[in-house]
Structure formats: structure tokens, C-alpha cells
């Protein structure tokens, strides 16, 4: 990665900060820059899944689904069959993993490309989730689930602490494991880590798996937060998590890519969605500027890439 590449989400990120603080006083407080952390961990967790899917050269589409999935799994175990917390939440974390199991299972053993094989999951996951709920809400979750999204430990926010540690943990892995090492070779050219007695095919369904638990994680906190299950909730979430990867530095070929590069993509969408909303663009336009910020993320890895190559 050049350091170009490298520097460009910080640099945008302080632009992109300054013309908001600038613009809207309420942007730059305290409380909406802790307001933005907190309405955010979802995006930042299931971004961590997604940048170890990216890496070794994958996509997954069906994240906001299984978060939906996950989330009213949870919830509905609490509710309607009255089972413990915390292993209704290990429930919906298994659900997530169950789902990027599938896809990883479809993409290296029937050879589907992972763009239609998450896409199928995107649709089975929405589906489960509003067979299982009925269509309906699942209302009435247990306030110590919801204190999972909402409460302190040491008078700092419980998604905080979350979110760092779970950044932490991926950097760990992806820096300093074989794991991390496998996948960044088969992102980088998945023939030649298979000549080097890389296992590809075990490795791949490892990064889908995983991307599966960090999404139904992020559906969990979710719920906790919404204090319910919603089925239809989390829909096009998926955009922002690619967005938050890409426009943090990391290749949509795979091989490429840093958490936190990741970190400052999150940070950078979601301060994007939140400036906007203060200053009052409408809905419908700021869609359109979180899918020019995905045109221009792909279109600079593309001329870095050519770059380098000349």
C-alpha cells in the first residue's frame, strides 16, 4: 500500500471534520461526537469482518440481512421462549456464523462467485428473519440485554470498550498469525498461496465465517440498542460497511488493507451521514454522496494500482 493511499482517509477525515465543525456547531460537541461513537459500533464491527473478507479478495453482501437474522434470533429466544441472555445472544452469534459458513461454503466448493452467493444470502437471511418474526417486531427485550448497547463500565461507554477490543483483536490477527498471513497472500494472488501449501479453500471459509460472527455481533448491538428485533431493520447497511472498507484503504481485489485504515472509513461515513443530517441535506441526496465516496474510494485504488504497476 503506497503512503499515499495510506494517509488519504486521515487526511480526509480531518477535511471532512473541520468543514463540519465549521458549518454546525452541534457537530463538534462532545456529546454528538459520543452520540456518533455509540450509533456507530454496529458499522464498526461488522466492518472488521468485512475487511477480512476483502483481504483475501471476497465480498459479502448479505451483512445488514444477517445482522436483521442475528438480532431477532436473540431477541426472540429472550422473549417468547425465555431463555437466559447470554445464550440467546450466543444463539444469534451462531446464527451469523451458520450464514457466512453457507456463503463461504458456496464460494470455494461450488465455485459461486462470492458477489451472487452473498446475494442469495442477503435474500434467505431477510426471509428467515421475517418467517421467524413473523413480520412483525420483537418487542420487550430484557434491560440487561440492552445495557449490552447502552451501558458503562468505568464511566466509559460499553460500545467504545467493544469496538476497541474487537478493532485490537482483528489487528492482532491480521498482523501477527498465520491466519492473517494466509489471507492476505490469497487475497494478493490466491494460485500462488496454493502452490505455497496455503490451504485456500479452508482459509476462505474461515474469513466468511467469521464475517458472519462480526455481523450477527453487530446485530446484536443493534437490538440491544433498539431494544427490540426488527426484521426488516439493518437494510442496505451493507453499502456502508463496503464503503467504510474501501474508503479506508482497502482493495476490492483483496491482499490490501489495514484495520486502521478500516477505522477511519467507519469514522469517516459516519461522520459524513451525521454532518449532513445537521446541516440539513436532504435523505435522498446524502445517498448520493455516500455512493460518489464509493465511486471515488474504487476509482483512486484503481489509479494507485496503476501506478504502481507502471
Known sequence: MTLAKRLLPAVSLILLFLFFASQSAPFRSIDNITNIVGQNAWLLIAS????????????????????????????????????????????????????????????????????IATLGMLLIARGAALSLSKGVTVDGAPEAFMQFAGGKFLNIPTPLIMTVAIAGLVAL??????????????????????????????????????????????????????????????EGYELDVVTAVVVGGASLSGGEGRVSGTILGVLLVAF?????????????????YIGALILAAVAFDQWARRKSAA
Open 48 to 115: 472488521m469482518g468485512m475487511t477480512i473478507v476483502i483481504l483475501g479478495g471476497g465480498i459479502d453482501l448479505s451483512v445488514g440481512s444477517v445482522m436483521a437474522f442475528s438480532g431477532v434470533v436473540s431477541v426472540h429466544l429472550m422473549v417468547n421462549m425465555k431463555v437466559p441472555v447470554p445464550l440467546a445472544m450466543l444463539a444469534g452469534l451462531a446464527a451469523g456464523g451458520v450464514a457466512g459458513a453457507i456463503n463461504g461454503l458456496l464460494v470455494t466448493k461450488l465455485r459461486i462467485p462470492a458477489f
Open 173 to 234: 490477527a491480521m498482523h501477527f498469525t498465520k491466519f492473517g498471513r494466509y489471507v492476505q497472500a490469497i487475497g494478493s494472488n490466491a494460485e500462488a498461496a496454493r502452490v505455497s501449501g496455503v490451504p485456500v479453500h479452508k482459509t476462505l471459509l474461515w474469513t466468511y465465517i467469521l464475517g458472519g460472527i462480526f455481523a450477527g455481533f453487530a446485530g446484536l448491538v443493534e437490538a440491544a440498542r433498539q431494544g427490540s428485533g426488527n426484521p426488516t431493520s439493518a
Open 272 to 288: 459524513l451521514r451525521n454532518g449532513l443530517n445537521l446541516i440539513g441535506v436532504e435523505p435522498f441526496l446524502q445517498k448520493a
